[in-house]
T-cell receptor
Framework: GAGVSQSPSNKVTEKGKDVELRCDPISGHTALYWYRQSLGQGLEFLIYFQGNSAPDKSGLPSDRFSAERTGGSVSTLTIQRTQQEDSAVYLC????????????FGSGTRLTVV | SQQGEEDPQALSIQEGENATMNCSYKTSINNLQWYRQNSGRGLVHLILIRSNEREKHSGRLRVTLDTSKKSSSLLITASRAADTASYFCASSNFGNEKLTFGTGTRLTIIP
């Protein structure tokens, strides 16, 4: 597609439930990133995929968070046993690995845990 | 911790004036980028400056980079109401790998 697509755009879930957030990157972008942003805050790095390399998971805040990228394209971020502190906007971005192009971000998924 | 820190945290100026935002970072970088965010959702890439560059222009945007001071500035000239947004700097240690974002400057343009 023309841009990075994220779904759902909004998600309200009960504490303790699992959620899956989806990201469809720009075709041909080999790098895919997940960030989260709490209200009024900066972006917190979560995980990074580049081609067939092992993902950089160094930003995942706990083992309740996991992500996969199938076929080098679509990525799913899963949060198990959600907690209220998981409430945030989850942003996905993709990019070409090299070159001065920067990231292209999706519109994000606003997750609210009640 | 955040690699970049923006200054000021918030800025309000009259339409037509110039807006300057600053960013400091801690470690050596490959490039530094500026992004704009409207309404707390997706970010839009504005401009990228490489570590071996000192200044770059794009339309009404001017970015400077001082690697000796580990700082960058974003200048928006002749501001418009539509420039109202949050602006973030982000730095990369290698290529486009894992950008580290600053805390952002909230810019308000008063018509």
């Amino acid at each position: 597609g023309a841009g990075v697509s994220q779904s759902p755009s909004n998600k309200v879930t009960e504490k303790g439930k699992d959620v899956e957030l989806r990201c469809d990157p720009i075709s041909g972008h080999t790098a895919l990133y997940w960030y989260r942003q709490s209200l009024g805050q900066g972006l917190e790095f979560l995980i990074y995929f580049q081609g067939n390399s092992a993902p950089d998971k160094s930003g995942l805040p706990s083992d309740r968070f996991s992500a996969e990228r199938t076929g080098g394209s679509v990525s799913t971020l899963t949060i198990q046993r959600t907690q209220q502190e998981d409430s945030a906007v989850y942003l996905c971005a993709s990019s070409l690995y090299e070159g001065d192009y920067g990231y292209t971000f999706g519109s994000g998924t606003r997750l609210t845990v009640v | 911790s955040q690699q970049g820190e923006e200054d000021p945290q918030a800025l309000s100026i009259q339409e037509g004036e110039n807006a300057t935002m600053n960013c400091s970072y801690k470690t050596s970088i490959n490039n530094l980028q500026w992004y704009r965010q409207n309404s707390g959702r997706g970010l839009v890439h504005l401009i990228l400056i490489r570590s071996n560059e000192r200044e770059k222009h794009s339309g009404r945007l001017r970015v400077t980079l001082d690697t000796s001071k580990k700082s960058s500035s974003l200048l928006i000239t002749a501001s418009r109401a539509a420039d109202t947004a949050s602006y973030f700097c982000a730095s990369s240690n290698f290529g486009n790998e894992k950008l580290t974002f600053g805390t952002g400057t909230r810019l308000t343009i008063i018509p």
